[in-house]
């Protein structure tokens, strides 16, 4: 399997743990809540996307294209989902985020 597929894969999962997780913050029984336990073992998933992206790649690349991907979803899901205000440091942070991007992937 390729590339592609492992970064979706990786980033998909982290970003549905990353969204359960924000759930349980409002949920009464907090860390021990059912959505917070799910959103934990999406967290440890990926690491075997990591494995497979690594046979092929630098850790800096697959840190890059990991961390970019899943830095704009993230920022995208608080906006549309949890109506979080997005401020001229967060279209920065994205806007650098993908320049890495692009630099990275540049050498290949």
Sequence with gaps: MDTFFWLV??????VTGDYLIKLSTGHAD????????IGAVCYGIPAIAWYF????????MIGVLYSSATLVIL?????????????????????????AVAVMHGGD
């Excluded at 894969?9 to 982290?14: I, Q």
């Excluded at 992206?53 to 800096?60: G, I, N, Y």
């Design 9 to 14: 894969l990786a980033t998909g999962l982290t």
């Design 30 to 37: 907090g860390m021990t809540s059912s959505v917070f336990l």
């Design 53 to 60: 992206m690594m046979q092929q790649h630098s850790l800096a």
């Design 75 to 99: 920022a995208l899901l608080g906006i549309v989902v949890f109506k979080e205000a997005a401020t001229w440091r967060d279209a920065l942070g994205i806007g650098l985020a993908l320049a």
